[in-house]
């Protein structure tokens, strides 16, 4: 039985992604919104997909690849939501701005976590 950890990466990812993919659901359709909606559901995808890839490395360097693609992905993910508008309506921008919080703290954990398994080349 897989033992549950307080804070599963694992779950965060999927979690952000269903999360965005929620948010384009209620975010008001504007003439950029199908643009920037399809970009965030791809980007918030990849990088739960990517951290699940991460997790199954092969190796140290593939594992270290794998997480600057999540944060690459989580990057991108942040710059869709900050693009998105939401027309001022009260409680979608507050999702916004939580979605935005979330997509910050998964790019300085993937950044931790490759800053402490940088590879030193002798």
Not at 51 to 64: G, T, W
Not at 78 to 105: A, F, H, M, P, Y
């Amino acid at each position: 039985m897989k033992e549950l950890r307080p804070f599963d990466l694992e779950d965060r990812t999927y979690q952000f992604t269903i999360k965005c993919r929620n948010f384009t659901k209620i975010i008001p359709k504007t003439l950029s919104y199908w643009e920037y909606a399809k970009q965030l559901i791809r980007s918030s995808g990849s990088t739960a997909a990517n951290y699940i890839e991460a997790n199954e490395a092969l190796s140290k360097k593939d594992f270290v690849h794998r997480l600057k693609i999540c944060r690459k992905e989580v990057k991108e993910s942040r710059l869709w939501l900050k693009l998105i508008e939401t027309g001022n309506v009260c409680g979608i921008e507050s999702e916004q701005n939580n979605l935005i919080d979330e997509s910050t703290q998964l790019i300085k954990i993937f950044t931790s976590i490759i800053e402490k398994n940088k590879i030193t080349k002798i």
